[in-house]
């Protein structure tokens, strides 16, 4: 299995940068992973927040295939605990699924075609963090999760 991390927008501070580094380094050894970015689109203000949406969606669309198994990284998706996310991913490679997309939308969520898309949704947590900080929240538990299934000791119980 492959699993690839898309998000609309660079992320631009460095401490954030770094972290996201330093997991993507210790994902090598457990999984074949890549982070996407699809450029922020410009000229938003003349743009409503549905227009901005329908926008992002065609990029992100572009960006999948019909074979690709996504997942939206959402506020109202489905939460789990590390342990149960790791459990999911164990599912998903038992599973033979090739390619496993888990997206980050633009700031102001995704248009239906996205939803209408997905296969699911997770959700980090019940507060709100900022769409650069969501990428290297997601790769640590992305790594955690792979610790916990190759029994390393990295996660405490």
Known sequence: ?????????????????????????????????SIVIIPDIKNTKNLTQA???????????KQISNLDTVI??????????SILFAD??????IGSVQQLVFIIGGPYGF???????ATGSISLSDMTFSHQMVRLFFVEQLYRA????????YHHE
């Open 146 to 153: 792979f610790s916990i299934l190759k029994g390393e000791p």
């Open 51 to 61: 227009q901005q949406k329908s926008k992002e969606a065609e990029l992100i669309l």
């Open 88 to 93: 999911y991913l164990n599912k998903q490679m």
């Open 111 to 117: 248009d239906d075609s996205i939803y209408k898309r």
């Open 1 to 33: 299995m492959k699993i690839t991390l898309l998000a609309v927008g660079k992320t631009e501070d460095k401490y954030l940068i770094d972290g996201i580094e330093k997991y993507l380094n210790r994902l090598k050894h457990y999984i074949g992973f």
């Open 72 to 81: 939206l990284m959402d506020e109202k998706g489905k939460k789990y605990t």
